[in-house]
């Protein structure tokens, strides 16, 4: 299939397009038309298909898109196959939670090393993952080869902890702080702010009330 750059609205289909794909294979299916696709993925059948057009992936008329061969194609391009190893900075509460929840389950991501600063927890295992001190950060980044960090410390040190993951030379940041770091435009930084979600979801379920209430 041919290499083109893809689109990032693209890109962030791809999980959502192979989730369901293996989902199918596991199924003993065999192929699977577009518009059945489009169903269970909830995204039109044309943009699925200019989508699938990137990759050099044409469905055949009458018999739609041959599931293991496009499973096999997004899993390498998703990195599924490679296993990649992710940094936990900070055990607390939602650290722990986590660590908890495994994300293998559905691909081939795992937090190898957690990092902290409370003399409880460094040195232990928790989930089969064990817990350096945060001053071993840098180095340990490096001796892993991990490229990924999910932050989850506390706010007032959130940027010193940014800075020192640029130092360690990794490439994703997953900011679970509600504090909007600045990295250097090379390391990518995806925002996840539960509260602000939670807040969110709260305040439209409101407004959507008072405008039914008011009709
Ligand atoms: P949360 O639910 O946000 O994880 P928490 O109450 O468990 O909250 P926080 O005070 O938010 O704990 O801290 C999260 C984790 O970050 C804790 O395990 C804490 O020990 C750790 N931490 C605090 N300061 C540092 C630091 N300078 N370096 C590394 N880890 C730190």
Redesign the pocket.
């Known amino acids: 299939m041919v290499e083109k750059k893809i689109p990032k609205a693209t890109a962030r289909r791809l999980p959502l397009y192979y989730r369901y794909l293996r989902f199918l294979h596991e199924a003993g299916k065999n192929r699977v038309s577009s518009a059945k696709l489009s169903e269970a993925v909830k995204v039109d059948s044309a943009t699925i298909r200019r989508d699938f057009s990137y990759f050099g992936a044409l469905g055949k008329r009458g018999y739609g898109y041959d599931v293991e061969a496009l499973m096999n194609f997004f899993s390498k391009t998703l990195n599924q196959d490679r296993l990649t190893n992710v940094a936990l900075?900070?055990?607390?509460?939602?650290?722990?939670?986590l660590l908890n929840y495994n994300f293998r389950r559905s691909n081939n991501t795992r937090i190898s090393a957690g990092?902290?600063?409370?003399d409880k927890?460094i040195g232990t295992i928790h989930q089969g993952v064990p817990v350096y001190h945060?001053d071993d950060m840098v180095e340990q980044l490096d001796l892993q080869q991990i490229d990924v960090a999910i932050l989850?410390?506390?706010s007032e040190?959130a940027q010193?902890?940014a800075n020192k993951l640029v130092e360690g030379g990794v490439k994703g940041i997953m900011n679970?702080?509600p504090i909007r770091v600045n990295v250097p435009e090379s390391v990518r930084v995806h925002n996840v702010d539960l509260t602000n979600e939670l807040q969110t979801l709260i305040y439209f379920i409101n407004y959507y009330q008072e405008l039914d209430d008011a009709e």
Do not use: K, R
């Not at 900075?89 to 939670?97: P, R, W």
């Not at 990092?115 to 409370?118: A, P, R």
């Open positions: 900075i900070g055990v607390g509460n939602l650290g722990q939670a990092f902290d600063i409370n927890l945060i989850t410390v506390p040190i010193e902890m679970f702080t």
